[in-house]
T-cell receptor, first 113, second 117 residues
């Protein structure tokens, strides 16, 4: 089945710096790659997503890139702010398995003022 | 937008008892629902996939007799933790697939914190 690897597990940056989180997936049939931000005890919140027919997508300070050949995708956050501090998860959706969504291990981002 | 209502948000039960968690889609038909559990500071681990009117498909290592999933209608899916033990204590969360054309778009419930004492 699909396996999603996420790195790093923790990331600490200074306010205003950029943060990059990387994920790799194993199943070439995966076609949808969302990124979620999760506060403690809350539901995951979608922050950006990308489909397999697109290489890059940007939404203000957040961008995602996808390399289908290498099977990896990355989240880029620029001009980080303390309120960006949270746990971030990447995920991959498997179209050939009814849309099953598999999550990476998570990255705890800390933005220091 | 699509909303999934999950109840209860928190539940404490005694060892050996069963607990039912409900997820209702409020403004759309949830043909497919995914159930996850999450341990503290860990990822969301997929437990099973339920499709309306069909038996749930469980992930490897998940005990189907312990975690009973029912998806009898297009707006309701339930997870019952049977004969609960302290090791079943976890955060359980459901997710409905809202885009079945290209399989993108997921709406999450608010989660259930289960504590077994």
């Amino acid at each position: 089945g699909e396996n999603v690897e996420q790195h790093p597990s923790t990331l600490s940056v200074q306010e205003g710096d950029s943060a990059v989180i990387k994920c790799t997936y194993s199943d070439s049939a995966s076609n949808y790659f969302p990124w979620y931000k999760q506060e403690l005890g809350k539901r995951p919140q979608l922050i950006i997503d990308i489909r397999s027919n697109v290489g890059e997508k940007k939404d203000q300070r957040i961008a995602v890139t996808l390399n289908k050949t290498a099977k990896h995708f990355s989240l880029h956050i620029t001009e980080t702010q303390p309120e960006d501090s949270a746990v971030y998860f990447c995920a991959a959706s498997m179209r050939n398995q009814g849309g099953k969504l598999i999550f990476g291990q998570g990255t705890e981002l800390s933005v220091k003022p | 937008g699509a909303v999934v209502s999950q109840h209860p948000s928190r539940v404490i039960c005694k060892s050996g008892t069963s607990v039912k968690i409900e997820c209702r889609s409020l403004d759309f038909q949830a043909t497919t629902m995914f159930w996850y559990r999450q341990f503290p500071k860990k990822s969301l681990m997929l437990m099973a996939t339920s499709n309306e009117g069909s038996k749930a498909t469980y992930e490897q290592g998940v005990e189907k007799d312990k975690f009973l999933i029912n998806h009898a209608s297009l707006t309701l899916s339930t997870l019952t933790v049977t004969s609960a033990h302290p090791e079943d204590s976890s955060f359980y969360i459901c997710s409905a697939l809202t885009d079945r054309v290209v399989y993108s778009g997921y709406t999450f419930g608010s989660g259930t914190r289960l504590t077994v004492v």
